[in-house]
């Protein structure tokens, strides 16, 4: 659901069965650009939605994302919690000698340069250490538990110019204040809804049907929020930010 945050109206709706909203984003975009003829400047969305592709996406498109910075430190503590690597063996204790493209683990071994992997948004440039460096290595339990008859992998990370835009930007103050109206603007129709309506579950099945009865919820929803504006001096607000 994408609602304008000037007035609070529904500006695009769309139903969809895929568990992962990351998906949903550029589709909701292009469905708000065709109800009201041109895309929205701002849209602010929840962390389901801010991804690297998406960051990037939007960029592309000229619309200003607002969301979420990228958690990369939370997400890389996860990671070496599952495979078992300890705090001391980070890749922040590996040196990296830019002359020769390597790396240098605590252990004084070399973890020459493996290969890259691009992933939206950013590239990773792997480096691997010898497995049998590993396999002798004392301090193998700490540093690589798993997988030392293979060695070592050390992940270089380098973004692309828009993520690390969209990461400075959301440091901002002004970018900080825009994302708290989030909630306020996106959950309320869906509270609306709910309470008013009794909608908390749609009766009818399969997906025509079921988005044929959210676009009536929709509708009374935005019917109420006009009689709400009929009477308010100022007429209904262009499109210059919207929230889902
Ligand atoms: S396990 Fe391998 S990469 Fe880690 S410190 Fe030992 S030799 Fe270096």
Redesign the pocket.
């Known amino acids: 659901m994408g609602v304008d945050a000037a007035e609070k109206i529904i500006v695009g709706i769309g139903i969809s069965q895929s568990g992962a909203d990351q998906c949903e984003l550029m589709k909701g975009v292009d469905r708000v650009a065709g109800n009201m003829g041109r895309a929205p400047e701002v849209v602010v969305a929840d962390g389901a939605y801010t991804t690297m592709g998406n960051i990037v996406k939007m960029e592309g498109r000229g619309i200003g994302l607002i969301g979420p910075a990228i958690d990369r430190e939370g997400r890389r503590r996860v990671e070496f919690e599952r495979t078992g690597i300890k705090p001391e063996?980070f890749p922040e204790a590996f040196r990296y000698d830019e002359g020769r493209n390597i790396y240098r683990?605590?252990?004084e071994?070399e973890?020459k340069y493996w290969r890259k992997e691009n992933p939206p948004g950013t590239t990773f440039y792997l480096y691997r250490?010898k497995g049998k460096?590993?396999v002798a290595?004392p301090?193998?339990d700490r540093?690589?538990p798993r997988t030392?008859e293979k060695g070592?992998v050390v992940r270089r990370v380098v973004d692309a110019p828009e993520i690390t835009a969209f990461n400075q930007k959301m440091k901002s103050e002004e970018a900080k204040e825009i994302y708290k109206t989030r909630g306020a603007v996106a959950e309320f129709p869906h509270a609306w809804i709910k309470d008013k309506l009794k909608l908390r579950q749609f009766r009818l099945r399969g997906l025509r049907k079921v988005e044929i009865e959210a676009v009536w919820a929709c509708l009374a929803y935005n019917i109420q929020q006009w009689i709400r504006l009929k009477w308010k001096p100022a007429k209904l607000g262009g499109l210059d930010q919207c929230a889902g």
Request: glycine share 0%; hydrophobic share 25%; net charge neutral.
């Open positions: 063996f683990c605590p252990e071994k973890l250490a460096d590993c290595c301090s193998q540093c690589c030392a070592r």
